[in-house]
């Protein structure tokens, strides 16, 4: 989406317009995240690259402190209702698709804390800032994802200061056409997708597929126990109907079957989308960049 972007910013001469922010969700997501978001940025020709972070705790701190106010509130009502308060049936504390408050607490809303500085640093226009939020959502990604629309007002990051403007500019696009725009542009993409991971989410995202789940739990089985303790303390499993303790199981059977994860070759996962003369020539353009040498298209 980034070099989709840019290529349009630079064909209007907006190239200096556009700014590149980084929500950073710390260790519960993949390693090298936040650098490679600024490399993509900086490779690319964009001068400014934002970093934001949530206030408070991480993830997993903030599922245990969730819990144990739904807990307090189930209880209370409970007592209210003339019921013995260890009956109390408290709610799931972790996100869902239907609860989805990692992304509004962890992203959008420390998202938001850039626009309001955007809009402040125009405030001698004179008038509402126009901010168009570029989001690299697909309709391939998923049914929820088919259904938004690749342009739409946002009402809720809009205020007297800024108007906002939600645009997916690849919400059409295949895999394929992804992959395909990677080679082109030259621009670096993250090794979790050669490791094999479909998606590049939080390690273990609360929507993400069974296979990128047990595949993370090989990698980084610290982090998976992590998720597990926090089951048992909040007496809930992490997504509905697979719990992490499943999960951690079920990537110990294929390290017994497999034995250990080997690291794939650099390119593993283009030469799947674009063949394996295609992503040669990527890696030999993104040495290119990475020394000077090119620059992106
Ligand atoms: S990647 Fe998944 S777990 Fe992480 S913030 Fe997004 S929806 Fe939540």
Redesign the pocket.
Known sequence: MLSSVVRRARALGMLDKVVVVHAD?DD?EWEGVKKLAEEQARLSGVRRFEVVRAKGGD?LERVVERFFKLKAKAEDKAREEGRDPATAKVPPAW?SSSA?W??SD??RTPIWTLFTRLANELAHLGRPVRILNCLGQRAAESEQRAELAPVEIDRSASNGKRHVTTWRPIHGWSDAEVWREIARSGLPYHEAYDWGNQRL??MF????CVGDLVLAARRIPKKAAEYAAVEIQVGADFKKGLSMREIIRRAAALEAEQGPLRKPPRGTAMAGYVGKSTTALYLGRLEGLRAGLVVAA
């Not at 995202?205 to 993400?208: H, K, M």
């Open positions: 969700l519960i993830l996100p989805r990692c992304t962890l992203k989410s939080c995202c609360v929507l993400g």
